[in-house]
C-alpha cells in the first residue's frame, strides 16, 4: 500500500486499482494526479503514451455540480484526443478483471505490446469476456 501511495494514489480506491488490477493483469503502470494537455486538473491514472486516461471515482465530488464538473474536463480531454475510463468502487472491487481486460483492450489496440495476464480469478475465463466487461 505504502508503494501505491508513494506512486501518487490518494485513496483506497486508488490503491485497490493498482493492486487488483494493474499490477495482477500485468498492466503497464500509469502515472498517477498529473495534468495532461496543459489543462488545470490532475487525473487519477494516466496511461500518457496510450492517451488513455483512468478516473477512479468515489461518491463524494461526483454528484450534481461535481459530476458536471467532471463532464467538462473528460470533454475537454477528448478533444485533445484523450479517452478517459470511468470506473466506481463496486467496479474496481467486484469486477477488476473485466476493468483490466477493458483498459488493456484500448492499450494493446494502441500499441502496447504486452499480453494480458491472468489472474487466479480470470485465468479460465475467455478474453472476449474480460474486454466486453
Known amino acids: 500500500m505504502l508503494a ?3 506512486a501518487g494514489a490518494e485513496s483506497a480506491l486508488e490503491v485497490m486499482f493498482a ?22 486538473y490532475c487525473t487519477d491514472v494516466g496511461y500518457d503514451a ?4 483512468v478516473e477512479l471515482d468515489g461518491q463524494d ?3 450534481g455540480t461535481g459530476r458536471f464538473r467532471d463532464m467538462r474536463r473528460d470533454n475537454r480531454f477528448a478533444a485533445g484526443h484523450l479517452t478517459t475510463f470511468r470506473y466506481g468502487f463496486c467496479d474496481v472491487a467486484d469486477h477488476p478483471c473485466a476493468v ?10 494502441r500499441g502496447y505490446p504486452e499480453p494480458l495476464l491472468r489472474c487466479q480469478l480470470c485465468v479460465n475465463a475467455p478474453l472476449s469476456e474480460l ?3
Open 4 to 6: 501505491e501511495v508513494a
Open 131 to 133: 474486454i466486453g466487461g
Open 61 to 63: 465530488g461526483h454528484v
Open 50 to 53: 496510450f492517451a488513455l486516461l
Open 100 to 109: 483490466a481486460g477493458q483498459i488493456w483492450a484500448v492499450l494493446s489496440a
Open 19 to 40: 493492486q487488483d488490477v494493474e499490477r495482477p493483469h500485468g498492466l503497464l503502470v500509469g502515472r498517477r494526479q498529473k495534468s495532461r494537455l496543459g489543462l488545470p
